[in-house]
């Protein structure tokens, strides 16, 4: 996994590895970290493999970081969707649309290298999902009380947006039907949301779009 660094020759500036890190998101959401060498991630940073060897010891461990990066980057819609200070449809809305911004250029092959080169790292996806879960079934509950949403049994709910993550999280799946994550985010949710709400608020749905978003086109 790469040559190890003695105590001493290590470096310790989270700031710095974090901006490494997030400089190399866009290459490493698009193809994963396994096809790189730490020879290429060092051009790639422009910077000497001698120096990133002073920070990072493996591959596995910029992976780790990226991981942490994005799940926290994602995880900002639990702030949107819990926000009391705003109408409770729309902060559904853009806590989905938020999230499918979030997740925008992670490809099937980066899915793919995380799953099976990363399996402690993979757990961390699987934690993150089972969490939004439960997130989206408290909102299901509450948005049936408060007569926004149709009623229907949030054990239901909840059981299609676990079956819904474990394919949107299988890159199996996402090849056979040619679908990013980002794709199939945007049109499951889309569909949940004609179903869960009446078609009173269709008109409501749609005030939301912005020109920069195709979640509801």
Request: net charge neutral; charged share 30%; aromatic share 14%.
């Amino acid at each position: 996994m790469g040559r190890k660094m003695s105590d001493k020759d290590r470096k310790d500036d989270p700031e710095k590895k974090n901006r490494w890190v997030k400089s190399l998101l866009p290459i490493i959401k698009q193809k994963g970290i396994s096809s790189f060498t730490m020879d290429e991630i060092a051009a790639q940073l422009e910077k000497s493999k001698a120096t990133i060897y002073k920070y990072f010891n493996s591959r596995e461990e910029i992976m780790a970081l990226a991981i942490e990066q994005i799940l926290k980057d994602v995880g900002g819609f639990q702030e949107i969707i819990n926000d009391q200070d705003k109408p409770f449809l729309e902060r559904y809305i853009m806590s989905l649309k938020f999230f499918s911004g979030r997740i925008s250029g992670i490809s099937v092959e980066f899915l793919e290298d995380l799953k099976q080169g990363y399996p402690l790292l993979w757990k961390k996806v699987e934690e993150f999902r089972d969490m939004a879960i439960q997130i989206l079934g408290a909102h299901y509950e509450m948005g049936m009380k408060k007569g926004i949403f149709n009623r229907f049994s949030t054990s239901v709910l909840v059981m299609t947006d676990q079956l819904f993550f474990t394919a949107f999280t299988d890159p199996k799946f996402l090849e056979a039907n040619k679908l990013s994550p980002q794709d199939a985010f945007d049109q499951y949710f889309r569909m949940k949301l004609f179903g869960i709400l009446g078609s009173h608020e269709t008109e409501e749905i749609y005030q939301y779009q912005t020109d920069d978003s195709s979640f509801f086109k």
